[in-house]
């Protein structure tokens, strides 16, 4: 059974930092492509971040380069999301995904919330 849980969510004052995890079990975790989404609301989902399957090579977002950092560790099947300086239009619920070729897996999501 596939899997994607994310954690490490929560509320944090603009100019804070968190780190977001994401747990993937029931795949060869180490085939696949990992990346960050993230929604807010009323808006579409987007991405934030990518890693290749050997984390060699990685890419963002304009809105989040410099600040974020995404990384994997294929022994332990997981994927980091590291969040610095934070604002408040990060504020959105972020999305682990999987993929390889078209076949794509999907986490939960967990809420962010940047306010003072």
């Known amino acids: 059974q596939v899997q994607l849980v994310e954690s490490g969510g929560g509320l944090v004052q603009p100019g804070g930092s968190l780190r977001l995890s994401c747990a993937a079990s029931?795949?060869?975790?180490?085939?696949?492509?990992m990346s960050w989404y993230r929604q807010a609301p009323g808006k579409e989902r987007e991405l934030v971040a990518i890693?290749?399957?050997?984390?060699?090579?990685?890419n963002y977002a304009d809105s989040v380069k410099g600040r974020f950092t995404i990384s994997r560790d294929n022994a332990k099947k997981m994927v980091y999301l590291e969040m610095n300086s934070l604002k408040p239009e990060d504020t959105a619920v972020y999305y682990c995904?999987?993929?390889?070729?078209?076949?794509?897996?999907w986490g939960q999501g967990t809420q962010v919330t940047v306010s003072s």
């Open positions: 890693a290749t399957s050997s984390g060699g090579s990685t």
């Open positions: 029931g795949f060869t975790f180490s085939s696949y492509v």
């Open positions: 995904k999987a993929r390889t070729g078209w076949l794509a897996y």
